[in-house]
């Protein structure tokens, strides 16, 4: 969190792995149904101009953020969301998002994963091309199509290298 020019920056994280509101939230602002913030805070330091009617708040201590439908200030929004492909950081956001989206059970999307991990890992020539070629030229045919269609033919391509381990 920072001030800058335009006002206060925020950087957050939802935890749409963990708790339902914030995949509830996730998927209301990609819709852009909600795009409010609002702040708790509490005024260390503020002014009152009785002619103008206007509070100008000096110091402040923010204790919290929310995404709201309303927000007090209408200038306070949500200006982008990463794409849940974007926010994959770690091969355990790879697994829940192959079980929350793709339908894997655990077991399935931790064994796809480990054989990813070992493919990759061996540093061999593969016979179809590679893997981490086939990823790559996914990644380009994805770009510039929305993320439900991303989604789809990324987890139809991993659900398809998968039923090909077997």
Known sequence: MREDSVGLWVKG??????????????????????????????????SYDRLTDVRTLKKVDIYEGSIV?????????????????????????????LRDAGGFSKAEAVALVARIKSLSARGEPEPDGGLL??????????????????????????????????
């Open 133 to 166: 070629q086939g990823l790559d030229a996914l990644h380009k045919s994805l770009s510039g199509r929305s993320e439900s269609d991303q989604l789809g033919d990324l987890l139809q391509g991993l659900q398809a290298f998968g039923n090909s381990l077997n």
């Open 69 to 97: 439908t309303f927000p007090m200030n209408p200038m306070a929004s949500v200006n982008s969301v990463k794409s849940r492909l974007a926010a994959l950081e770690s091969l355990a956001d790879v697994e829940a998002l």
């Open 13 to 46: 994280q939802l935890l749409i792995n963990d708790i339902a509101r914030a995949k509830e939230a996730y998927a209301l602002l990609q819709a852009k149904a909600i795009n409010g913030m609002s702040i708790g805070y509490v005024s260390r330091d503020d």
